[in-house]
Nanobody, 124 residues
Framework: QVQLVESGGGLVQAGASLSLSCAASGGTFSSYVMGWFRQPPGKEREFVAS????????LYADSVKGRSLISRDNVNNTMLLQMNSLDPEDTAVYYCAASVGRRPGDRTIDYNYWGRGTQVTVSS
């Protein structure tokens, strides 16, 4: 069973960039489809981005498309999410997730394992 730990969150100003990292342990990282989700204050958890086992076929939510980049390193068992031009609406707890499915998905039910999350706060 894989364990996931997110890092890189914090308080940033609008327009800034941020890189989130997810470190995986306890499983065969390359066997999992990986994803990022976020949960804004008072709202449900929502999809941000996902990436296939081999690091291709990224999928992005419309809200972050064009200003975000998801990547993974199957040697070091890590996944990154680079976000640019941050907006206060990006404020949320960001979660790393792993799926035993074959293709990147955009639903929470597609994912089997979750990290505890890292807080990102974007000030205006």
């Amino acid at each position: 069973q894989v364990q996931l730990v997110e890092s890189g969150g914090g308080l940033v100003q609008a327009g800034a960039s941020l890189s989130l990292s997810c470190a995986a342990s306890g499983g065969t990282f390359s066997s999992y489809v990986m994803g990022w989700f976020r949960q804004p204050p008072g709202k449900e958890r929502e999809f941000v981005a996902s990436i296939s086992r081999m690091g291709i076929d990224p999928l992005y939510a419309d809200s972050v498309k064009g200003r975000s980049l998801i990547s993974r390193d199957n040697v070091n068992n890590t996944m990154l999410l680079q976000m640019n031009s941050l907006d206060p609406e990006d404020t949320a707890v960001y979660y790393c997730a792993a799926s035993v499915g074959r293709r990147p998905g955009d639903r929470t039910i597609d994912y089997n394992y979750w990290g505890r999350g890292t807080q990102v706060t974007v000030s205006s």
